[in-house]
């Protein structure tokens, strides 16, 4: 097994040898960001998106940006290289990153294309200084309506947006609206509880955060894990062909098979490092648990995730699909950028901040 097969998981071989210690400029009013976007909310020691504040649980500082990094190459090594899968023609002129995070799949597939313009959206301006000529980040809200204008994107593209909206169905509408003709949507996702190849899951800290996550998110209301849904969503939204594939990110290298094992070794300092920004704001707020009792927990949870005998994964789905041709947009626009409130910022007028 190669690690990118859809494969039953019980064909996974455990290694027994595992050390179990490895441990375009726009206007300039479209460039004026408000001071507040970047006066980032402090909580439990995190900081958080100060634009619209509390409607996304998890934090947007530097140790939550060098874990989206790593996430990133997590990716590149489960798609070889690829950024993504939909067959997206080999000169698309816009392509969209909803929740771009650091910005650094959007800064690749701008590298990727340099036609092609690349526009990112978030909640918060943690994108980098130095960015390639046709990538653009906007601080918008993707459940808020989309303004781009005419401008019709040959990609939309989600990357681990779990328990980021209220109403998906309503996101993928947007995104309907948005594709250009031929154009493609495309959803990595996470899917929690955790899967086994055995039992060794059951009964762990692992398995308890799991339960907890998806409840404290149900209560926030937000829930982590819908994408069982997301076929039929895009389907009522209007999206044809829709394909799936599932992967596999083992919680550490317990593996035999190579590459299963360095995705697990990377995936372990994932979840490790990411622990308590996916937990603290989530758990204290949805499940009223005080920070020290997060804490706790998490450090429990830390120890299950090392544990070279718990053989669990994280299932990651990616699904794409395009729009049927009777009701294909016809007009491949040039960019027209929102104003005012959404703020399309460039960097030579940032005002240096840290956060």
Not at 6 to 17: G, H, K, L, R
Not at 192 to 207: F, N, Q, S
Not at 310 to 318: K, V
């Amino acid at each position: 097994m190669d690690g990118t097969q859809n494969s039953a998981p019980q064909t996974v071989e455990v290694d027994v040898d595992s050390d179990s210690a490895l441990a375009d400029d726009a206007s300039t009013a479209s460039t004026s960001l408000a001071e507040s976007i970047f006066d980032y909310r402090r909580e439990n020691g995190r900081s958080y998106h100060a634009y619209k504040p509390g409607s996304y649980v998890f934090p947007c500082d530097e140790k939550e940006s060098d874990r989206l990094d790593l996430q990133h190459h997590l990716f590149q090594l489960t798609l070889d290289g690829k950024l993504f899968l939909a067959p997206v023609g080999p000169d698309p002129h816009h392509i969209l990153d909803i929740g771009t995070g650091t910005g650094i799949w959007a800064i690749d597939v701008a590298d990727e294309f340099p036609s092609c313009e690349v526009i990112g959206t978030d909640l918060a301006p943690t994108q980098p200084s130095f960015v390639p000529p046709n990538c653009k980040f906007i601080i918008d809200d993707a459940e808020d309506t989309w303004l781009f204008g005419s401008t019709k994107f040959d990609l939309v593209h989600f990357r681990v947006m779990g328990g980021c909206f209220k109403d998906w169905r309503q996101v993928f509408k947007h995104a309907f609206d948005a594709c250009a003709p031929g154009g493609y949507i495309e959803v990595k996702d996470f899917i929690l509880p955790m899967k086994c190849i055995d039992h060794t899951y059951a009964g762990t800290a692992l398995e308890e955060w799991d339960r907890n996550m998806i409840t404290a998110s149900e209560n926030f209301g937000k829930e982590i894990c819908q994408v069982d849904s997301y076929k039929g969503w895009l389907l009522e939204a209007g999206f044809v062909d829709i394909q799936q594939r599932d992967f596999m990110w083992p919680s550490n290298p317990w593996p035999k098979d190579r590459k299963l094992k360095e995705i697990g070794k990377w995936n372990e300092v994932n979840i490790t490092d990411g622990l308590e920004g996916f937990s603290l704001k989530l758990m204290t707020h949805g499940l009223g648990w005080s920070e020290t009792s997060v804490q706790v927990h998490i450090a429990q949870v830390r120890s299950a995730i090392r544990d070279r005998g718990i053989h669990a994964y994280f299932s990651i789905p990616i699904l794409w699909a395009n729009l049927p041709q009777a009701v294909r947009h016809s007009y491949h626009g040039p960019y027209t950028p929102p104003v005012l409130e959404l703020s399309v910022y460039n960097y030579d007028q940032m005002p240096n901040r840290e956060v």
